[in-house]
């Protein structure tokens, strides 16, 4: 009996480390040399379906995702038909050396990554020979080291998005060596997505260390501490201190435009973002106050058309004004818009100060000329094919009283059956290249347009225009245009009542 229980402890253990997610080959091969230049395409296989919403990658260039790579350029992102290969369309150059891991992921029926995967290759002959090596420390945090990501940054993560330039992950024990480092002298970095949402944020509990900085050149360094740290959200009055230390340092002429905060949580602490822009794209920028430090980040071209339509903000609303809003809306439904249920994968509770008419509430503003403060509690979930809202209240405030002027939202539509209200969903992908899907719902038969926007406010395609039956529906857009931020705008007007009118915008992006 104990040798037949022993084998069948053993059968299970097999089987349940065979429903965990794993990387079973990479193209280009781990360790692989004199891989083409130019435009490629990478790609990962894994031994099972993956959910599609965490194998997106952050470059140097931006954006964030379950992978870390620092290719030249990332162009798209698509799938095989059975969802086990991921294709990355990258740009790389000669003589460089290359590495991609890959931190975060589950499998499409939610197996999570059995561990951390990095993958090496270059297109030289011939890999650098020196390594970095040392050990990651849980510190006081109590988070345990064992699989943490390690890289070696060429600028500071504390002032703006960091060059990464090697990598590794440690051992059960934290213990790490960053192999193929090229001389340079580097900031180093640890952290852990414990969330599994595939990003590093600390807002959102996950950890993040700090190391020493060192130096390569030529030979191996060795003895590198990264001890894990706990770090905290900025409040409205704390983001607003930072602001005033620095403000000082900011280029000039410039003009405040927006400031927004994201990911609060009931206290009202969260990631702050004060926006400026100057007499020209290269004047422009955005001061961040997040939980590594405050930074000045330049503005992009499309950001910076976007926000010069907006109203200036000459001053900050109070304190007392933005708290006092802040728990306003936590008293009127926020807070119960709150609790995640498992199946929504993303969640947020976004603030916008100055003038939202330009921003999430351009439907709810009663004078376009005046600022306002702007609260919206949002999430739903990611399929392979779509994104649905399954949540949204949005409320508007006086920019001196912070008393609540307006709330609007969306529900959760039934499972199956006919919609019971306008619903117009986030696109999915995004960023998009070369497609993407927009969905609505509509409760009626109504007249429906759906048309896109670029940041000028010029009309650039027309989806939908007509009467379209109630359901849920879906539109593909081709687009020819360049990269950049658009806007898709739905327009519905019920066939029996035309009186009445429901409008939404969202925002996009097109990444060539």
Known sequence: MRILTVALLCLLSVAAFAQSLQLTSSNPANNAVNVSTGRVTMSMTFNAAVDTSLFLMATSEGGDGGIIANVDSLHGISFSADKMTVYYDVSLSAGKYYFACIFAGRSSIGNPLDHPYVVYFTTAPTFPAPTVSGNVSGGTTGISPSYALVVLSLTPITQGKPVFSAGAVADVSGNFTIPHVPDATYYTVA????????????????????????????SNVTGVTIIFVGLTQANYKEAVDSLNAYVGSFPSPRTLRQVSAYELDTTGRGGWEFRYTGTNLAGSFIFRVEPLGSQIQPMDSSSYYWLSQWNPINTLPTVAAVDSFFARCERSGGYAYRPQPPQWTSFDVYMEIGDVYHGNYWDMVPDTNQLYLGLDYWYGTKTQNNWIMQYQRRFLGDYTSGSILGTTGVEDQPAGGMPTRYTLDQNFPNPFNPSTVISYSLPFDSRVTLKVF???????????????????????WHPAQTSGVYFYRLEATPSGNPQERFVQTRKMILMR
């Open 191 to 218: 952290a852990k997505d414990l969330n599994g949402d595939g990003t590093i944020d600390p807002g959102t509990g996950d950890i993040v260390g700090l190391g020493p900085n060192v130096t390569v050149s030529g």
């Open 454 to 476: 670029n940041l000028l406010g010029q009309e650039v395609a027309t989806l939908v225009n007509g009467v379209v039956s109630a359901g849920a529906h879906q539109v593909e």
